[in-house]
């Protein structure tokens, strides 16, 4: 019995709306957690000069009919060019408004491509799936061509082609390893152990850290910093994350190490944000 007109499209919307505020408030949520090392958060700008916690909660917000959009055109849909195409044009569109909000101040251009995608799988996957299920979709989308994208190189770019390491594309069309296999895992880990949601989250940015190839960190301090990121946060975990006194000591000198550094873990950002809203959608759902 197929669902009337009207109803589905009353259903599409709920699950758009719901989808785009969760979204939005991942992005929040993983600004406002502190202390993160060399990142934006409740004590300041980091190792950034032109970044505000204010700033990037007035992105994230700014980024919810983005979302809105993405989930609402990719509902029930198949993964080909078409909603490809869609989906590259929604982001692009999404990233002028972000832009314009911020005063041309980049945000959060990653966190559009990685939470955009997972976005337009939940609803191609009508609201009701798994963690697993979802980044398999959103990599399926991302796998495909997008022939209107611009040729254009970022900084995120440039720095994979220089390091040859793998970045925010990758990470897609390999179904977010970084999410699947480390952060949400650490999350619910650290959880079940005891620690409090920000100690978890801090954790899962730590589980993140300690082998994404990090192209924002690339781009502001090379090899080295990097080398430092990955061990830093290794470091955190092997003293029992952030709800163990050696963990938060080993976090202190992490955040010190990366500010002297000028480095700023943002792709790890964006991933957590995905994580944080991977984990409210499918903790709805299943």
């Known amino acids: 019995m197929t ?7 009353q259903r599409a919307e709920r699950l758009a709306e719901r989808l785009a505020e969760r979204a939005s408030m991942a992005l929040i949520d993983e600004a406002r957690l502190t202390p993160k090392p060399g990142l934006v958060d409740g004590r300041g700008s980091g190792a950034h000069q032109d970044l505000t916690l204010t700033l ?3 992105s994230a917000r700014s980024l919810q009919p983005t979302f809105h959009a993405l989930a609402l055109h990719s509902w029930q849909r198949p993964a080909d060019i078409a909603l490809r195409q869609l989906v590259g044009q929604l982001g692009r569109e999404g990233e002028a408004q972000m832009m314009a909000a911020t005063n041309g101040v980049n945000t959060h251009r990653g966190a559009i491509w990685a939470l955009g995608l997972l976005v337009s799988a939940v609803a191609m996957l009508d609201g009701d799936a798994t963690a697993e299920a979802v980044c398999r979709t959103a ?14 190189f970022s900084k995120g770019l440039r720095a994979t082609q220089r390091y040859r390491v793998p970045g925010a594309r990758e ?24 620690a409090t949601e920000e100690q978890a989250r801090l954790d899962a940015l730590m589980a993140i850290m300690t082998s994404l190839s990090d192209t924002c960190v690339l781009s502001r301090s090379g090899l080295n910093g990097l080398e430092a990121m990955q061990q ?20 202190a000198q992490l955040d010190a190490k990366m500010l002297s550094m000028n480095a700023s873990p943002g792709g790890a950002a964006d991933l957590l944000a995905a994580t944080l809203f991977l984990d409210g959608i499918c903790l709805l759902t299943h």
Do not use: Y
Request: hydrophobic share 40%.
């Open 3 to 9: 669902m009337q007109p009207q109803l589905s499209e």
């Open 56 to 58: 990037m909660e007035l």
């Open 139 to 152: 990599a399926a989308l991302a796998s495909l061509p997008d022939d209107r994208a611009p040729r254009s």
């Open 171 to 194: 990470e897609a069309q390999q179904a977010f390893p970084h999410i699947r296999q480390l952060a949400l895992p650490q999350l619910r880990r650290s959880r079940a152990a005891g």
């Open 232 to 251: 830093g946060a290794q470091r955190v975990l092997d003293h029992g994350g952030c709800s163990t006194l050696p963990g938060r000591q080993a976090l």
